[in-house]
């Protein structure tokens, strides 16, 4: 079973407007970590922001802002106010402590075109 | 210099070819990670390395061929590849040994390899 499920393959939206990128996961650990991922076209993987399972306060940076919810294993990520440099391909991933190795399972991603 | 570097960033080969791929990392991390990406898949990891020691292999074919030779270089020997084989090949690396899940990794921009 896949661990990260990112069920919006692919999103358009128009330059200002607001987006939100869905993350649910599954895991039997109590302590675990998840991250977002940015991959702009160059390739790149730029690291966003790493939670663990036990801090639910949800995070503001700039534009981007990130809702962890324990209840419905979702650590969804919205960006305010869109730009045309957002447009990149978004992952979410999960860590677990308990494997006791270094795998971060990644989601399929969610491709973000924002339309100038 | 950037945090985690990777040449060649674009290579084509035959499948009778013998090539090798290149990261560097300029963090001062300890471990060190290849991973796969290809269209409409996950990113899959391949090989994990701790303090120049292969910890992970995840049953990758043998035609894929790690080598550490310190904490800071890691190359990837490629020989009889396969069409299949065609992907995004990706180097990260992490602070610590990243048991227990919660080092973050960062990435290098990849290698686009087809092979022909």
């Known amino acids: 079973a896949q661990k990260v499920t990112q069920a919006q393959t692919e999103i358009s939206v128009v330059e200002k407007e607001d987006v939100t990128l869905d993350c649910v996961y599954e895991t039997r650990d109590t302590t675990y970590y998840l991250f977002w991922y940015k991959q702009p076209p160059s390739g790149e993987l730029v690291f966003l922001i790493r939670r663990n399972s036990f801090d639910e306060q949800n995070e503001i940076s700039g534009r981007y802002s990130w809702n962890f919810q324990k209840s419905t294993s979702s650590f969804n990520f919205t960006i305010t106010a869109s730009q045309v440099v957002d447009s990149a391909v978004y992952f979410c991933a999960l860590s677990e402590a308990g494997t006791g190795a270094n795998n971060l399972f990644f989601g399929t991603g969610t491709r973000l075109t924002v339309i100038p | 210099e950037t945090g985690v570097t990777q040449t060649p960033r674009h290579l084509v080969m035959g499948m009778t070819n013998k090539k090798s791929l290149k990261c560097e990392q300029h963090l001062g991390h300890n471990a060190m990670y290849w991973y796969k990406q290809s269209a409409k898949k996950p990113l899959e990891l391949m090989f994990v390395?701790?303090?120049?020691?292969?910890?992970e292999n995840n049953s990758v074919p043998s035609r894929f061929s790690p080598e550490c030779p310190n904490s800071s270089h890691l190359f990837l020997h490629l020989h009889t590849l396969q069409p299949e084989d065609s992907a995004l090949y990706l180097c990260?690396?992490?602070?610590?040994?990243?048991?227990?899940?919660?080092?973050?990794?960062?990435f290098g921009p990849g290698t686009r390899l087809t092979v022909l």
């Open positions: 990260a690396s992490s602070q610590g040994t990243g048991r227990g899940g919660r080092d973050t990794q960062y």
């Open positions: 390395y701790n303090f120049k020691e292969q910890t």
